[in-house]
């Protein structure tokens, strides 16, 4: 990819825009990937999100990061109102070892509009909130395409463990292919591969098709639940959704 250079960090407040004119209009703590890319693979760009409360702030902001950021490879907002009212601004910027000071100086300028600069972070795999400092981002989010991938290949194991392990079964081991091997005593081990871990209300939109009720289905789901432990199960599309509170899964298997 291109390498980008920075301005100075003179002169960040853009024609239209002054000093605190989004004050109380931006909220302090973004995120990091936890939207997809639309310039090019997830582990060469990072996606930052912040929201925004209301439309016209949204604009704003977004508009501020497009002129005033060569760094920045695309800003867009949210397509539409989000249920609580509020609209996303999407940042996407190369990953590489000057993602730091990139970020670093982004929030130097919109920290002048919006009046503050105490600022915190999540990364999409980590559910644990950081005070932002260059530091601390470079430690928490990965900056080169083979750590992104090593990084989330190692939290997304360390997840779906976490989300089966509850005392139903003996062992959950997942290889690096995805592929979830359970054992459990006395029964012989059971493997499917996993398709996707996240919030149920996301992964629930991706299996569109009717519950599968046939007998072969009801069956399958039925063994499922007595060898996983008490999870809500269902078959869509060849795949089983399986529920555990706000959390899910999309499992496929296709050998019984």
């Known amino acids: 990819m291109n390498q980008y250079q920075h301005r100075s960090k003179d002169n960040k407040i853009t024609e239209g825009l002054r000093r605190e004119d989004l ?3 931006i909220d ?7 939207y997809q890319s639309k310039m090019g693979k997830d582990e060469d760009i990072i996606v930052l999100k912040f929201r925004a409360f209301g439309k016209e702030p ?14 920045v490879l695309d800003a867009d907002i949210s397509t539409g109102e989000e249920r609580d009212g509020n609209y996303s601004v999407f ?3 190369e990953r590489n070892k000057q993602i730091g000071k990139d970020v670093e100086d ?11 600069d105490k600022w915190r972070f999540r990364w999409y795999k980590d559910h644990e909130g950081h005070d932002f400092s260059k530091e601390e981002f470079l430690k928490v989010v990965p900056t080169t395409p083979e750590e992104y991938n090593k990084k989330s290949n190692s939290e997304e194991i360390k997840e779906t463990i976490e989300f089966f392990n ?6 959950i081991i997942v ?31 991706v299996l569109q098709g009717p519950l599968q009720l046939d007998e072969a289905s009801r069956s399958q789901v039925v063994y499922l639940n007595k060898y996983l432990g008490n999870y809500d199960i269902n078959k869509i599309e060849g795949h089983f959704l ?8 999309i499992l496929s298997k296709e050998i019984w």
């Open 106 to 116: 982004l929030l130097s300028g919109i920290s002048q509009l919006c009046g503050f």
């Open 23 to 25: 004050k109380d209009m």
């Open 58 to 71: 949204a604009i704003d902001l977004m508009e501020f990061i497009e002129r005033g950021y060569p760094c």
């Open 166 to 171: 509850q005392g139903a079964l003996d062992d």
């Open 91 to 93: 940042v996407e910027l």
């Open 242 to 249: 399986i529920r555990n509170g706000t959390r899910a899964v």
């Open 175 to 205: 290889d690096e292919h995805r592929y979830i091997t359970f054992k459990k005593m006395f029964s012989e081990s059971l493997k499917a591969k996993l398709i996707a871990i996240g919030e149920y209300n996301t992964l629930k939109q």
């Open 28 to 34: 302090h703590i973004f995120t990091v990937d936890q």
